[in-house]
């Protein structure tokens, strides 16, 4: 009933920018707060940024000053502005929201299918 939709993945060259985004789409009534999660090879998933329905951002120290995450409610969309990349930053990144539909209680959360990003020379 919900998809999360990433794409802005790709191959980028240290210090090099990406920007990511992330859509929404299906029976939704309200979205709560949107994020991105990244997974490297043989790591666990980790926080990367997340904002709550009214803009409040937090970021993972290790992308904090080099990372800016938005979204347009209008489109229900997250996006996620990546500068001077390193490649430690390599890694399947995944779109998060917590979302109600309509005709349920409660919200639950949402997730996207992931986008590679490489970071390389």
């Known amino acids: 009933q919900v998809q999360l939709v990433e794409s802005g993945g790709g191959l980028v060259q240290p210090g090099g920018s990406l920007r990511l985004s992330c859509a929404a789409s299906?029976?939704?009534?309200?979205?709560?707060?949107m994020g991105w999660y990244r997974q490297a090879p043989g790591k666990e998933r980790e926080l990367v940024a997340k904002?709550?329905?009214?803009?409040?951002?937090d970021y993972a120290d290790s992308v904090k000053g080099r990372s800016t995450i938005s979204r347009d409610n209008r489109k229900n969309t997250v996006y996620l502005q990546m500068d001077s990349l390193k490649p430690e930053d390599t890694a399947v990144y995944y779109c998060?929201?917590?979302?109600?539909?309509?005709?349920?209680?409660?919200?639950?959360?949402?997730w996207g299918k992931g986008t590679l990003v490489t970071v390389s020379s």
């Open positions: 998060n929201a917590d979302i109600k539909i309509y005709g349920a209680f409660l919200p639950r959360a949402y």
């Open positions: 904002i709550t329905g009214d803009g409040s951002a």
């Open positions: 299906g029976s939704i009534f309200s979205i709560n707060a």
